[in-house]
């Protein structure tokens, strides 16, 4: 049965702690290395103790998995699971226990010793730091920091990655934002880092803007699906603001083309586009009452005159 102890807010950006605003945090929040069979990597993770009290804490390894939902979060698995891509047993620490005082950072040196028989692809774990309360020596988790760990072993293993599906938020919108997903399957053996752009085009072919996908440099692992997000707007605008005062802001007319262009991570160039409208029809309707207005005085205008030289 899987447990899951932690849940990531965000795909491989890091390992928030629980609890107030003050608390554990570590650096860097993603380790990511290639090492052949038989290599060791050594190397260090600072962890800081923000908190107003003297803490303990234990350093531990867990695998992960992909969550199923689209979103790339990571879901821990339980001790008595051990996915093909686990590598917990590779990690060994210099110290069990890190005491801190409070503001006091420590850095925390790991080995990562690849065996011998690995099979070439991606191996993937977090590096967790877990409070002990200070009377009990035993392992009582009360918060967890850490840092996600992706090893790739080179070799034979299949990289391969596609695009599945690009969609736009709404297709018809009376202003900006526009949010799009792209929708990225990873049917290969190594975790892939998709990026590239989106090129939005106006109705006349002329681009208007070009955004950036994945900018974050988010992973991908394999046998999973994630979910890129793009959203195109002029200016962040509180959701409070009354809707023509959103049109006037962040303001576009007409039929637009949003066109993905991809790298599944290989070299390879992917290219989706989908299309949406966007139509501020409260700026059209105060438009079009200016203009009426401005006809009826041009109107009366030129009546008047005619009236004044008889």
């Known amino acids: 049965m899987r447990l899951f102890f932690l849940l990531l807010s965000v795909f491989f950006v890091g390992l928030q702690p629980i609890g107030s605003a003050e608390a554990l945090t570590v650096s860097p929040l993603r380790l990511e290395y290639e090492a052949a069979p038989e290599q060791m990597i050594v190397d260090t993770i600072k ?4 908190t107003s009290t003297g803490t303990i804490v234990a350093p531990v390894v867990r695998d992960f998995i992909a969550s199923g939902d689209g979103s790339g979060t990571p879901v821990f698995v339980g001790e008595e699971e051990q996915p093909k891509s686990s590598l917990k047993d590779w990690v060994s620490f210099s110290i069990e226990r890190v005491a801190l005082q409070p503001g006091e950072s420590r850095e ?32 009582l988790i009360q918060t967890e920091v850490g840092a996600l760990v992706l090893i790739s ?32 399957e990873n049917t290969g053996e190594v975790h892939l880092k998709p990026s590239g752009e989106v090129h939005i085009m106006n109705l006349f072919g002329r681009e208007v803007v070009s955004l950036p996908i994945n900018p974050d440099g988010g992973n991908v692992l394999p046998g999973s699906t994630r979910a890129l997000m793009v959203s195109w707007q002029h200016q962040e605008v509180p959701s409070e ?35 949406f409208w966007v139509i501020p029809w409260q700026l059209l309707i105060v438009a079009l009452v200016v203009l009426i207005l401005l006809i009826a005085i041009a109107k009366q205008h030129r009546k008047n005159k005619m009236i004044g030289s008889v």
Request: hydrophobic fraction near 40%; proline fraction near 4%; glycine fraction near 10%.
């Open 241 to 275: 603001t009354i809707e023509i005062v959103k049109e006037w802001q962040n303001f576009a007319l007409g039929r637009y083309t949003a066109t993905f262009a991809v790298d599944d991570g290989t070299g390879e160039i992917e290219n989706a586009t989908v299309a």
């Open 47 to 50: 962890v800081s103790n923000e």
């Open 153 to 184: 072993v080179p070799g034979d293993a299949k990289q391969e990655g596609a695009l599945i599906d690009v969609q736009a938020g709404q297709r018809l919108v009376s202003h900006l934002p526009v949010s799009f997903t792209a929708s990225f």
């Open 108 to 139: 925390v040196t790991f080995t990562i010793q690849v065996p011998k028989g690995a099979s070439s692809g991606g191996y993937f774990g977090a590096i967790l730091f877990s409070t002990v309360p200070a009377s009990d020596e035993s392992v």
